[in-house]
């Protein structure tokens, strides 16, 4: 017989404008975890149609809606967490579905001695159905690992123990983009993590879910950093802060490229390269895939 864990997880699922059948589809698929206590706090976000009449038809002790004034994804969790009484949260969406026992199987994970707690991602189509996977093999410490691509896992699959996010103290509402990562690389600074190898979490990939903020991602994936650098001055010349810096040009550049913007691009292939020289190898990889006049301009650049 399965133990039944009595430590309360918070699930905060923020809502703007939801789809009328996903909704309830991720509602439900939060609510299905029997194996450790739950609540499932939803936030509307100042939907023009209040979330409350999608979920009429359900009945449920452990789910709260609160409603508050439209101010975007990071305030509406932050206004759940003011809300959370669990000892681990969990921070889910309003379009992709929990997988089942995933909840109890990260709280397994992160109970023996307070570690953040993660799983895979399931990458699915519009109608969930798999398309690829994303997760890490990370124990242990993983910043390093984070600031250089090497940890990428999506927040809908992970768990957080309670003194961290009292550690962490909320998402930043100034980002437009990758608050996310901002989030998790604040969280990263106070405890290491433990990855289970299993599926938490399925991402539906539509249309409103796939960023075409290519500039806004820039700016804020940057921005990120240097609120690192702030609250670490130690990193910000260190060999991990260089190369964090060298990831983030190389990351920018095949952003810039996407959207033909090749001068750009060449621009952070040579701050890259000036950063970190090891880099250069990466750089030609990128810029192989310019068309030949912006090739000869990354070329130019080296010399």
Same mark, same amino acid.
């Given at each position: 017989?399965?133990?039944?864990?009595?430590?309360?997880? @918070? #699930?905060?699922?923020?809502?703007?404008?939801?789809?009328?059948?996903?909704?309830?589809?991720?509602?439900?698929?939060? %609510?299905?975890?029997?194996?450790?206590?739950?609540? #499932?706090?939803?936030?509307?976000?100042?939907?023009?149609?209040?979330? @409350?009449?999608? #979920?009429?038809?359900?009945?449920?002790?452990?789910?709260?809606?609160?409603?508050?004034?439209?101010?975007?994804? @990071?305030?509406?969790?932050?206004?759940?967490?003011?809300?959370?009484?669990?000892?681990?949260?969990?921070?889910?969406?309003?379009?992709?579905?929990?997988?089942?026992?995933?909840?109890?199987? %990260?709280?397994?994970?992160?109970?023996?001695? +307070?570690?953040?707690?993660?799983?895979?991602?399931?990458?699915?189509?519009?109608?969930?159905?798999?398309?690829? @996977?994303?997760?890490?093999?990370?124990?242990?410490?993983?910043?390093?690992?984070? #600031?250089? +691509?090497?940890?990428?896992?999506?927040?809908?699959?992970?768990?957080?123990?309670?003194?961290?996010?009292?550690?962490? +103290? &909320?998402?930043?509402?100034?980002?437009?983009?990758?608050?996310?990562?901002?989030?998790? %690389? *604040?969280?990263?600074?106070?405890?290491?993590?433990? &990855?289970?190898?299993?599926?938490?979490?399925?991402?539906?990939?539509?249309?409103?879910?796939?960023?075409?903020?290519?500039?806004?991602?820039?700016?804020?994936?940057?921005?990120? %950093?240097?609120?690192?650098?702030?609250?670490?001055?130690?990193?910000?010349?260190?060999?991990? &802060?260089?190369?964090?810096?060298?990831?983030?040009?190389? &990351?920018?550049? *095949?952003?810039?490229?996407?959207?033909?913007?090749?001068?750009?691009?060449?621009?952070?292939?040579?701050?890259?390269?000036?950063?970190?020289?090891?880099?250069?190898?990466?750089?030609?990889?990128?810029?192989?895939?310019?068309?030949?006049?912006?090739?000869?301009?990354?070329?130019?650049?080296? *010399?």
């Amino acid at each position: 017989m399965t133990a039944t864990f009595h430590n309360m997880v @918070s #699930l905060v699922m923020p809502v703007w404008k939801p789809d009328p059948t996903w909704f309830p589809e991720a509602v439900r698929s939060a %609510l299905s975890e029997e194996e450790c206590e739950i609540e #499932l706090i939803v936030v509307d976000d100042g939907s023009p149609t209040p979330a @409350s009449e999608l #979920l009429r038809d359900l009945d449920d002790p452990r789910l709260t809606v609160v409603r508050v004034p439209h101010g975007g994804a @990071s305030a509406a969790r932050n206004a759940g967490l003011t809300r959370a009484s669990g000892e681990a949260v969990r921070f889910i969406d309003a379009d992709d579905v929990v997988e089942p026992r995933s909840t109890t199987r %990260l709280l397994e994970l992160s109970l023996p001695d +307070g570690a953040i707690a993660y799983g895979d991602t399931l990458i699915c189509d519009i109608g969930l159905r798999p398309e690829r @996977s994303v997760g890490s093999t990370v124990q242990g410490e993983a910043l390093a690992a984070c #600031l250089l +691509g090497n940890f990428f896992v999506y927040i809908t699959a992970m768990l957080f123990p309670r003194p961290v996010v009292e550690a962490v +103290g &909320g998402f930043d509402t100034a980002f437009t983009a990758n608050e996310d990562y901002d989030y998790i %690389l *604040r969280a990263l600074e106070h405890a290491t993590v433990h &990855g289970g190898g299993f599926v938490a979490s399925r991402y539906r990939r539509h249309h409103g879910s796939i960023t075409g903020r290519q500039s806004a991602d820039q700016v804020n994936s940057r921005r990120v %950093l240097d609120k690192l650098f702030e609250r670490r001055p130690d990193l910000r010349d260190s060999r991990l &802060g260089q190369e964090a810096l060298a990831h983030f040009h190389l &990351g920018a550049a *095949r952003r810039m490229m996407r959207v033909g913007q090749f001068g750009a691009s060449t621009y952070h292939l040579a701050s890259a390269v000036r950063l970190v020289p090891g880099s250069a190898s990466d750089a030609l990889r990128i810029a192989a895939g310019f068309p030949r006049q912006a090739a000869r301009q990354v070329a130019a650049a080296r *010399r």
